[in-house]
């Protein structure tokens, strides 16, 4: 079964960068979709953009809209997600999931289970 570790967060400022990932082992993430959630303390985990696995294509849910963007690089097994002009709001601990089946599209069927990686925004 594929195993997915995310990365790359951190402390930043507002208005900066982060490109987080999430690395797949034990299997092969290509034709998969890959779905990125967050959740802030407090709250509710919420989705945040996926990737679909039949064509490609990215959506993103309205608040990172025009400020995220995921992109896969099969070669290294990897989905990314690119966070600019991030805010305090974006605080939070990010995880990816994928489905159980290649070819799917989006929303991806299968929980986010790994431990995350922590995105704190704070000047």
């Known amino acids: 079964q594929v195993r997915l570790v995310e990365s790359g967060g951190g402390l930043v400022q507002p208005g900066g960068s982060l490109r987080l990932s999430c690395a797949a082992s034990?299997?092969?993430?290509?034709?998969?979709?890959v779905g990125w959630f967050r959740q802030a303390p407090g709250k509710e985990r919420e989705g945040v953009g996926c990737?679909?696995?039949?064509?490609?294509?990215?959506y993103y849910t309205d608040f990172v809209k025009g400020r995220f963007t995921i992109s896969r690089d099969n070669a290294k097994n990897t989905v990314y997600l690119q966070m600019n002009s991030l805010t305090p709001e974006d605080t939070a601990v990010y995880y990816c999931?994928?489905?159980?089946?290649?070819?799917?599209?989006?929303?991806?069927?299968?929980?986010?289970w790994g431990k995350g990686t922590l995105v704190t925004v704070s000047s």
């Open positions: 990737i679909s696995g039949r064509d490609g294509k990215t």
């Open positions: 034990g299997g092969t993430l290509d034709y998969y979709p």
């Open positions: 999931a994928t489905d159980s089946s290649p070819y799917m599209d989006c929303p991806v069927r299968m929980e986010p």
